[in-house]
Each structure stands twice: as structure tokens, then as C-alpha cells.
């Protein structure tokens, strides 16, 4: 599939309100808002997203079709990324291709990441771009309703 990336139209944000409330990918996702079901929430926050000046998020397509979204978010220095695919195209290369175009798109490093420990998949995703483990925390995760254990991956520009 072809993957690319752009700016976030209004007409993706159905699509984004509909993957954060797929059950299965919030419980893999594990950090999501804590009623991800709330749509003026869901409005307000991604209304912040495209207007704030520390933050980038794109549209994720593959073969034309929007199936998630990619972002850069952050203080200089501090920046984290994160990406969110739809469960209907895990598996397929889609989320590290992705990246792989975000990472480009963001030459400055080091850029962070995290993800839930036992979320093999986007460890994964992170591993082939380049992310390797820098710490390991433990945080709340709404999706599970318990804390959990979190890996904090860096990337470097060596």
C-alpha cells in the first residue's frame, strides 16, 4: 500500500473519533483520554492539536484512504512522537511507514516516544525507525483503568 501523510482535514476527525472508540486498540493503546466516547472532549482537544504552535499532526493515508494520524508534539528538545492506526491495517507496515515520512518530515532530534510495555506492536514500529529504550515509568492508562508499565524510547541524531 501507499502510504503517505497530510494536513488533517476536518472530514478525518469522524474517522479518528471512530478508531479511538474501536475497544481493542484503546486497551493496546493504553493511554487515551479517560471517556474517549466524549465527542465535544474528542472536538476540543483536536481543535488545540491543529492550532498550537508545539504540535504537528498528520493525516495518515494509504492508498488514498485515512487510516490514522501521526504527530509531533512539544517543547524543543522534549518533542514526542505518536501515531494511531486503524486495527483494520495493523500488521501491513502501514504505521512504520508512517513514521518512517513523519521522521523525515522532523529532522530535529532527539525526539521521544512512548508506549504501553506490553504494546509489542509500536514498540516494534519505534525499534525499526531508529527508537531505543531509554527508561522504563509506570502511569495511569484510562484505557485499562489501572497503572501500567510504559516505555520511554529516545531517538538520537548519532
Known amino acids: 500500500m501507499d502510504v503517505s501523510l497530510r ?3 476536518d472530514s478525518d476527525l469522524p474517522v479518528f473519533f471512530r478508531q479511538l472508540n474501536d475497544p481493542e486498540s484503546g486497551r493496546m493503546a493504553a493511554f487515551t483520554p479517560e471517556d474517549p466516547a466524549d465527542r465535544t472532549r474528542f472536538d476540543a482537544q483536536w481543535a488545540k492539536m491543529r492550532t498550537s504552535s508545539g504540535t504537528d499532526v498528520r493525516t495518515v493515508l494509504a492508498d488514498g484512504d485515512v487510516v ?6 512539544g517543547e524543543p528538545g522534549e518533542r514526542e512522537v505518536t501515531f494511531w492506526i486503524d486495527r ?11 513514521l518512517r515520512e513523519l521522521l523525515a518530515l522532523f529532522p530535529e532530534r532527539p525526539l521521544h516516544a ?3 510495555a506490553d504494546n509489542a506492536g509500536s514498540l516494534r514500529v519505534l525499534e525499526k525507525c531508529g527508537f531505543r ?3 522504563r515509568e509506570r502511569g495511569y492508562a484510562a484505557a485499562r483503568g489501572a497503572e501500567i508499565d510504559e516505555v520511554v524510547l529516545v531517538l538520537d541524531g548519532a
Open 7 to 9: 494536513e488533517v482535514h
Open 68 to 73: 490514522g494520524n501521526a504527530g509531533v508534539y
Open 88 to 98: 483494520a491495517y495493523w500488521g501491513r507496515g502501514l504505521a512504520t511507514a508512517a
Open 114 to 116: 512512548r508506549a504501553a
Open 133 to 135: 529504550e531509554s527508561a
